[in-house]
């Protein structure tokens, strides 16, 4: 027979996160992922400070270009946030509930009056409020950075532009922290659980969009004609544009392309039709840009809950005594 719960059951969520929070920011290997990614962003800022200073009169959106701008070897700002974000992620998260488990500690914490709901979203919510702090500096860094050396303030929309970004990428790093917190909880052994959430990015970042367009293929194949035309089958692209969308990395990077390319008028393919009356090159509004970008803001935000609520049950179910 159940018992009711008595009180609240995110009584000691604030202690939770405070403790947590501490934790993360004092840790040595939140010093390490934080180094790794200010020394990339440096990098890749600089070589797209060389490549844009000779346009700055001339390119309304200028300072949005430090965050797309690439020269060879490094790739784009945007990009390497792109990279190095799940990997945060995943270093904050990947032992937050076996650790306690290994170290024994978790029965007694739930001994005291903190309800299993408590920890849990204090322990997540204080990996995003971390990832959210290093977000934010490392925004501020590249909108200084653009001051000091290009010798111009970004626009209203430049900043609203970026803003929308900043917001974007903490949702895409929730994605993969609720990853890491699932795996924590599925797998008593830390290394296995930082095992599976490297595998499961890698596979999202850089085999998932080489299997689609085979995947595609597969399930749609293109008519005798259109290939022996050498043409593109729609249905065929379609199917590996929807295949491409399950991906969290491919949600990210269209969001940042969108948002930060104010030119980008359209993801998927393009008809004739869609130019009736369009001037190419020139920048759509902000509002035009974030309809665009809708569904992949939602789709991030969704897998967060998604991925959250099969942690939340997982760990509900689990027997925590020692």
């Avoid at 994605?175 to 830390?190: G, K, Q």
């Avoid at 309809?291 to 942690?311: C, N, R």
Wanted: glycine share 8%; aromatic share 8%; proline share 6%.
């Amino acid at each position: 027979m159940s018992t009711p719960r008595l009180g609240s059951p995110w009584h000691g969520l604030g202690a939770v996160l405070s403790k947590e929070l501490a934790d993360h920011l004092g840790s040595a290997r939140m010093r390490l992922l934080e180094w790794l990614i200010v020394l990339t962003a440096a990098a890749a800022l600089y070589s797209a400070i060389e490549g844009i200073r000779q346009t700055t009169s001339s390119d309304p959106f200028v300072f949005l270009r430090l965050f797309t701008d690439t020269r060879a070897p490094l790739p784009s700002f945007a990009a390497l946030l792109g990279f190095l974000i799940p990997l945060v992620a995943i270093g904050l998260g990947f032992d937050a509930i076996n650790s306690e488990y290994s170290r024994r500690t978790l029965s007694r914490i739930l001994s005291q009056p903190i309800y299993r709901d408590a920890l849990l979203l204090g322990k997540f919510l204080a990996g995003l409020a971390a990832l959210a702090i290093c977000l934010v500096c490392l925004w501020l860094l590249v909108m200084g950075a653009g001051l000091i050396l290009l010798g111009v303030p970004p626009s209203g929309e430049e900043v609203l532009r970026s803003l929308a970004f900043l917001i974007a990428a903490l949702a895409y790093a929730g994605v993969w922290l609720a990853v890491a917190l699932l795996c924590s909880i599925l797998f008593r052994s830390a290394s296995t659980s930082a095992l599976v959430a490297l595998g499961l990015w890698l596979f999202c970042a850089l085999l998932w969009p080489m299997l689609a367009p085979a995947l595609a293929q597969a399930i749609a194949p293109p008519d005798l004609l259109t290939l022996m035309s050498g043409g593109v089958d729609l249905h065929t692209v379609a199917w590996q544009r929807s295949l491409l969308l399950l991906s969290p990395a491919t949600l990210f990077s269209d969001t940042a392309i969108t948002l930060l390319s104010p030119a980008t008028r359209t993801l998927g393919p393009v008809f004739l039709s869609q130019l009736q009356g369009a001037l190419l090159g020139s920048p759509l509004p902000l509002s035009e840009s974030l309809a665009i970008v809708w569904p992949q803001f939602t789709g991030l935000i969704a897998a967060v809950v998604v991925l959250f609520t099969a942690g939340y049950v997982a760990f509900q179910r689990q027997e925590v005594r020692a």
